[in-house]
């Protein structure tokens, strides 16, 4: 680990963070560089058709920093794991980095933290459980029309959300709070499971993880 260390001029000590990116065909733009000129220190490869990067942190203030250039200059969708020590946990990194890749919102920011959406990264990770339990608990629903389908799965994706909002998973839908409330009912008609069951809630949430990150010929 020392001389991995000393190859890749990195602290063998400190704190490391593994970011991916799924970089298009041809050049690609050079993250290191403007890394450097923060006094952030990184070595680059590709690996698996992925571009990772491994990242000294050394304390939160440059964490901070480093998500700060991300947002700021970044021109690839990144997925980053969570901080670790010892080099020896780079290997982890790297499979929590591209969890959290595979799980990124197209249309959300431009690092996705493993962190950030653990249970999505974990769905990832276990494709077939997964979509067996997404069968098990919203079985009926999946087998609606796809109007249908779309329609339930997007209100109780904005109701989550919205922190359990109803007015304000209304707003999202453009629709009225009551056709809200009505959808979900429906959904606890299909699935036997109610939003306001904490053990039933949990179940729907994890399956709506898996639906979003699986392809849809995997579940049915």
């Excluded at 990067?53 to 200059?73: A, H, K, N």
């Excluded at 010892?86 to 919102?105: E, H, N, S, V, Y």
């Amino acid at each position: 680990m020392w001389r991995a260390a000393d190859a890749l001029r990195l602290p063998y000590d400190g704190l490391f963070v593994v970011l991916v990116a799924d970089p298009p065909p041809g050049p690609v733009p050079e993250l290191g560089n403007r890394l450097a000129a923060h006094g952030i220190a990184s070595a680059w490869s590709r690996t698996a058709g992925l571009l990772a990067g491994l990242v000294s942190v050394r304390d939160q203030r440059t964490l901070e920093q480093l998500l700060i250039v991300l947002q700021r200059s970044a021109t690839l969708r990144y997925g980053a794991s969570p901080v670790f020590a010892r080099l020896a946990d780079c290997a982890t990194g790297l499979r929590l980095a591209r969890l959290a890749l595979a799980t990124a919102d197209p249309a959300g920011p431009p690092v996705a933290s493993f962190d950030d959406g653990p249970l999505a990264g974990l769905v990832v990770h276990s494709p077939d459980v997964a979509a067996r339990m997404a069968r098990s608990v919203l079985g009926p629903l999946l087998d609606l029309p796809a109007e249908q389908r779309t329609m339930l799965i997007g209100t109780l994706t904005a109701w989550y959300a919205a922190s359990g909002s109803t007015e304000e998973a209304a707003q999202v839908l453009h629709c009225h709070a009551n056709t809200v409330r009505q959808r979900l009912r429906r959904i606890r008609e299909l699935t036997g499971r109610t939003v306001t069951d904490p053990v039933g809630t949990a179940e729907l949430y994890a399956a709506l993880q898996a639906v979003r990150a699986l392809p849809s010929s995997v579940l049915h």
